[in-house]
């Protein structure tokens, strides 16, 4: 890879990992706009684990109660209501991410070969763009936008869960299909954003792993430096990313995104139909 594909691919990701506009498609993306050699999986991960540490250091506040209490089970400050309203049990917090993790482990296992093979091309990516746009859509206009996260129970993040089955197909955004199923269940934007945010550690850790094992068993010939100077500029770009979005997403809507992710699929969609 060169210097120059690395930091536009870190970047993007940066940019595209927590916004609702699929990240591992624009990095699909990216590669086939440039004629550049696909990044391969190890960069895509190791651009992930960046946007890991961005989202740990945002919520650390949460991610520290959450740790510290579980022994005492205190609770957890997950909305901006004040006390109790606007909190959850440590090891109810921690059991909504389990369960909301829980079918994307065995879903992303058994679909990882065939995604790998299948849909990485722009083509797969600029149909799925489409499909991104459709759901945000969905969820905009039919979501009540009335309950906080605080009032989330173990149905709804297992329905959650299963939605996020469906990022790991390129162009499906894992932060889109998670806010459009919270948005479905009645959670505001802000609400749906935040759970997103929390169950985005455990997928992104998951799947760090996955490629560091699959390293020390010496299957692939990545380029380990690239990889390590990708997930430092991702990591810092996404911080401020999520900070955007938050504010974003108090008095904002969705829109954008939906425009976005329509007009990028279809552009996307007609340029291979002409065969670019």
Excluded at 204 to 232: H, P, Q, R, T
Excluded at 234 to 256: D, E, H, Q
Aim: glycine share 10%.
């Amino acid at each position: 890879m060169s210097f120059i594909q690395v930091i536009v691919l870190a970047i993007t990701q940066g940019v595209t990992e927590f916004l609702p506009i699929s990240s591992s498609g624009h990095l699909i993306l990216g590669s086939w706009l440039f004629s550049w050699p696909d990044q391969g999986i190890v960069f895509d991960t190791a651009v992930h684990v960046g946007t890991l540490a961005a989202v740990l250091v945002y919520f650390r506040r949460e991610w520290i109660q959450l740790l510290t209490g579980l022994a005492s089970n205190q609770l957890v400050e997950v909305d901006d209501a004040d006390g109790a309203d606007g909190a959850v049990r440590a090891r109810t917090l921690a059991l909504l991410i389990v369960v909301g993790t829980i079918p994307l482990a065995v879903g992303g296992l058994l679909l990882e070969d065939s995604v790998e093979v299948n849909f990485r091309s722009p083509e797969s990516v600029g149909w799925l763009l489409i499909g991104t746009a459709v759901a945000l859509l969905i969820g905009e206009v039919l979501g009540k936008r009335v309950r906080s996260l605080s009032s989330v129970k173990l149905a709804d993040a297992a329905i959650i869960g299963v939605f996020q089955v469906l990022a790991v197909f390129p162009g499906i955004s894992r932060s889109g299909v998670t806010m459009v199923a919270g948005l479905a269940l009645g959670m505001t934007r802000e609400a749906a954003a935040r759970f997103s945010m929390l169950l985005a550690t455990p997928a992104i850790a998951g799947a760090g792993l996955l490629v560091a094992i699959d390293a020390l068993s010496g299957n692939n010939d990545a380029d380990w430096g690239a990889a390590a100077i990708g997930a430092v500029i991702s990591g810092v770009t996404a911080y401020f990313v999520i900070a955007g979005l938050m504010k974003l997403l108090r008095n904002g809507s969705f829109k954008p995104f939906i425009a976005y992710c329509a007009v990028a699929g279809i552009a996307v969609v007609i340029a291979r139909a002409a065969g670019a």
